[in-house]
């Protein structure tokens, strides 16, 4: 039965009982099933189409012969595959693609109709033809048009800030308003995977993507999760350009997520303006990292969530992807564009991608670069690993076992023996000239603060004198936030610029010395930072300048791609549940600049020739405990 519920109990003069509609949506239920509608075809005229009657829409492979045999595999096989598609929506079925228009009314099919004792209630079976800008899927027929049916799911875990819903005409979004909800709140509209399966002329067609809102969306406000700075401005005018590849490729945005606020690494307890994500891995008491909390947290509590969008500066990709036990894919500078993107440090920034399935981020990755997809390794230069231990911990703990695990595998993967470096002792022994004689840690000793804090600030100058303008007053921030914009104000123009000629030093040394760029295709391989239970009321850490040597600047001072790949989860006796608990062990492998794909379809290739996962589970645990 059909339930579907209506402002103030109010019913509409006809059809099914008391439609609810706000902005030209339909809110209904099946059950415990919520479910939402919205006009797409606005005219599609179909005499024996009733009104709020249900239409399922099946597109054909081309060429592909059409008979009940067929067509009930299909039908059963989707109600097992797609979370969105229901058996009330095949009231009447219509049949897509190229051939469908020529079918004989009933033709083979009246065994597959109600009025022939099947378990499905079809009424009807139709083909019409080619249909370029009708979905497969669920749809209900509302007024002369068709409007297409989407899941409600609820975001039990915050992970969003927002549901977004893009307009059927142009490129403008809005929020997707159930009329008792606003910013702050949400049930996501999720669109049937049947699209899945029609992805020609639509590459990422069916992929649903939550987007960090550190991006601009035409129609939406942008957050940065700051209160003040989500007052300040008016919705966007246009989208990121990064995104203009994602969406015009047919990839559906569910909505906006949560971060750190200003791109920052605060820790839960910090988060003042809006609620951190909630990590489900462990005893669900665990930080989510920063700054792509949000998109890092949608991706592995939900199943519904295919991919996540976020930004990396210095580790806000891979730090989230360790804390959540997901994939991650920080990409190379250059590949897309800022323009859209609220940014912090132009130099580092860079969107990213987060999935539980390797095999769907390779794809999405693979298909989001287009034709900007950078080059690919030499094929003639040996491959070779390097294993900087000065970036691993010095004492034997499990982490750092399951990491040269990987390494392990990688070595017999490629019939190579991995070279452990310590990059300061090679330093100290092949020095750039420019060092003068100073070891690494000399060199780049102010190098953090002066380039990436000094950048901090001033980038975010603009704010502070806009808010106090319009306002009267100074907009609030969080505690670690105005901490780094503090020590960034200290440093001068001059500074910046002799630290961002040290960190290109840097950058050249490491490539031509560690990497052997021209004459070998190097993987480094690195280690998060320490696992360990790190609860969302813990107080948070001492504040401290993250040193240029660390081991989240890498690839982002070389411009070169780093994936994050699940290795293993490590028990420990949980404060809140008082029971063992399982957190995420994640390892990195990085690639010289300009290598991505290459990078992602290796160790695509390489974790199923050894027998590694590639996915990797929704929820508590990313792998069933042992």
Known sequence: ??????????????????????????????????????????????NYLTEYSFVTVICLPQDHPVDADWLEAYITKSLKLDDVLHENFLQTILLTGPGTDELPNGQDFKRLLKFHSNAWDIVKIQGIGP????????????????????????????AFLAPVRKSIHGSHFSLLNDGKHGWDCCSLAVPSRLAYFNTENYPLQGYRVALKDAFDLEGVKTSMCNRAYFELYPPAVSTALS????????????????????????????????QTAWNPRGDGYQGPGGSGSGSAAAVAAYDWVDIGIGTDTNGSIRRPAQCNGIFGLRPSRGVFSSEGLFTVFKHFDVPGIFSRDLAKLSDFADKWYGKKKPRTKQSDLPMAIVIPIDLFPPNDNLQKRLVLGLVEDLEDHLKIEAQRISISDL???????????????????????????????????????????????????????RWRWKIGK????????????????????FLKIVMRVGTANTLVVM??????????????????VQPAWHQWWLSSILGAPEIVVPVGQIPYESRISNQIEYLPVTASIMSQPETDMTLVQFTQAFMKDVGRPLVVNSGKTMFPPE
């Open 1 to 46: 039965m059909v339930v579907v519920k209506g402002h103030d109990g109010q019913k509409p003069a006809s059809g099914i009982p008391s439609a609810d509609f706000v902005d030209s949506s339909l809110f209904f239920e099946f059950g415990d099933n919520r479910y939402v509608a919205w006009p797409v075809i606005p005219e599609f005229t179909l």
């Open 131 to 158: 249909q370029p800008g009708l979905l497969p899927g669920p749809y209900i027929a509302v007024g002369e048009g068709l409007w297409q049916v989407l899941r409600l799911y609820d975001d039990i875990q915050g």
């Open 243 to 274: 995104l203009h590849n994602v969406i015009r490729n047919g990839a559906w945005i569910l909505g906006k997520t949560k971060l750190s606020s200003f791109l920052s690494r605060e820790e839960a307890s910090e988060s003042v303006d809006f």
């Open 427 to 481: 330093w100290n022994k092949q020095p750039p000239q420019a060092a003068d004689g100073q070891s690494l840690h000399e060199y780049l000793k102010e190098v953090g603060a002066s380039t990436f804090l000094y950048e901090n600030y001033h980038s975010t100058a603009g704010f502070r004198d806009d808010y106090l303008k319009k306002f009267g007053r100074t907009p609030f921030s969080s505690p670690f936030v």
């Open 490 to 509: 200290q440093f001068t123009a001059e500074q910046y610029e002799e630290g961002m000629r040290r960190m290109k030093v840097y950058e050249e040394w």
């Open 527 to 544: 280690q998060s930072e320490d696992v360990q239970p790190n609860y969302r009321d813990d107080p948070p850490p001492q504040y401290y």
